[in-house]
C-alpha cells in the first residue's frame, strides 16, 4: 500500500501519461460548472413558481456544482505549482469560449448543453463508483485523489436528473436534446483530447505514440472507461429516456457504501460540508464547515478569478430566497 501514498506527481498509477487524463477534465471544471449553474438560474423565478418541488432539487444542484468549482480550483492550483502547467490560462480560454456560445445560443439550447454534459458525467460517475471498471481505476489513484474523484462521482449521480427536468419543464424537447448531445459530444471530448496534448506533449515532452497508445488502451480496453460508457450514452436518444430509470437498485447499493466509505476518512459529501483541498501530507481531501459555503462568499483562491465566486454566490443566493418563501 506504500504505492498508494500522496505524492506531488503522476497519482494514477504513476503514469504520467494518465494522471495528465484527470488534469485535462479538472481544468474544465470551474468555468464549466459555472456555465451549469447560470443556464439553470437564467429559469430560476419560473421554477420556483411553478415548480416548487423542482426547485428544492435546483437549489441543491447549485450548491455541489458550485463546492466542485471550488473544490477543483483549489487542486488547479495545485497542478499549476507542482507541474507548473498553464491551468489559469487554459480556464480563460475555456470561459472565453463559453462567454460566445451564452451571446449566440438560445438559453434552452444553453440548458441542453447542460443537461448533456450532466448525462456524460452521471456516466462517469456510474461507472467509477458502480462497477469493476470504476474500481479498477479508483484502485489505481492515489489519496486524496481518489477521495476527490469518489466525492464528485457521487454528487453528479445524485443530481443527475436536475438539469434533464428543468430542461423538460421549461419546454426542451426530444430533437434539441438528441441533436445537442452530437454537437456536444464530438466538441467535448475534441477539447479534452486537445488540452491533454498540451499538457502531456507539449508541455511535459512525453512521447507521443507511447502516450497515445496509453491513452487508446485507458479509454476504449483497459479499463476501458468509454467503451463501457456507451451504452449509458445511447440511452439518451430514447425517446422516452429519463436518468432515474436507469440502473435504480443496481446503483443505489454502491453509492451508499462509497459514501460510507467516504464519511469514514472525515470526507462528507454534503452542501453544507466544505474545506478546500488538503496539504502536501493529507491522505484524504477533509471537508468540514466553512463559512464561504454558507454566506456566498467565495474562498480567495485567486484573486484575479471570479469563477468560484459566481458559483457559490448563485447557490448561496438560491438558498436565502428560499429561506424568504
Not at 470551474?30 to 421554477?47: K, L, Q
Not at 456544482?65 to 488547479?76: I, K, L, P
Not at 460566445?100 to 450532466?118: G, N
Not at 479509454?219 to 436518468?243: D, E, M, R, T
Request: proline share 6%.
Amino acid at each position: 500500500d506504500d504505492q498508494k501514498k500522496v505524492t506531488p506527481l503522476d497519482f494514477y498509477d504513476g503514469n504520467a501519461a494518465l494522471t495528465e487524463v484527470f488534469h485535462a477534465l479538472s481544468v474544465t471544471f470551474p468555468v464549466g460548472e459555472t456555465f451549469f449553474i447560470n443556464s439553470v438560474m437564467h429559469y430560476a423565478p419560473r421554477i420556483r413558481t411553478k415548480h416548487p418541488e423542482l426547485w428544492k432539487q435546483v437549489q441543491l444542484f447549485f450548491k455541489q456544482e458550485g463546492m466542485h468549482t471550488a473544490v477543483h480550483e483549489a487542486w488547479n492550483d495545485r497542478i499549476q505549482q507542482e507541474y507548473g502547467h498553464p491551468m489559469d490560462e487554459i480556464e480563460k480560454t475555456i470561459d472565453k469560449r463559453l462567454t460566445v456560445a451564452k451571446k449566440i445560443l438560445h438559453p434552452i439550447v444553453q440548458l441542453a448543453i447542460t443537461s448533456c454534459l450532466e448525462h456524460w458525467t452521471a456516466g462517469l460517475g456510474h461507472i467509477l463508483i458502480c462497477t469493476p471498471t470504476g474500481k479498477a481505476i479508483m484502485d489505481r489513484c492515489a489519496e486524496p485523489y481518489r477521495s476527490l474523484w469518489a466525492w464528485h462521482a457521487l454528487e453528479e449521480i445524485e443530481h443527475k436528473s436536475v438539469a434533464f427536468d428543468v430542461f423538460r419543464a421549461m419546454g426542451g424537447g426530444y430533437f434539441t436534446r438528441t441533436f445537442v448531445m452530437l454537437i456536444v459530444s464530438v466538441h467535448f471530448l475534441y477539447r479534452v483530447t486537445q488540452i491533454w496534448w498540451n499538457l502531456a506533449i507539449t508541455r511535459r515532452r512525453l512521447g507521443k505514440w507511447a502516450s497515445v497508445k496509453e491513452l487508446v488502451y485507458f479509454l476504449f480496453l483497459s479499463p476501458g472507461i468509454l467503451s463501457k460508457l456507451v451504452p449509458h450514452y445511447l440511452a439518451w436518444f430514447k425517446p422516452g429516456y429519463h436518468p432515474s430509470n436507469q440502473y435504480g437498485a443496481e446503483e443505489r447499493l454502491p453509492v451508499l457504501e462509497q459514501m460510507k466509505a467516504l464519511q469514514a476518512k472525515a470526507v462528507a459529501p454534503r452542501p453544507e460540508d466544505l474545506e478546500i483541498f488538503g496539504n502536501d501530507t493529507d491522505e484524504v481531501i477533509v471537508l468540514a464547515p466553512t463559512p464561504a459555503v454558507v454566506s456566498g462568499e467565495a474562498p480567495k483562491l485567486r484573486k484575479e478569478r471570479k469563477t468560484t465566486r459566481s458559483a457559490l454566490k448563485k447557490g448561496a443566493n438560491a438558498e436565502r430566497q428560499r429561506s424568504r418563501m
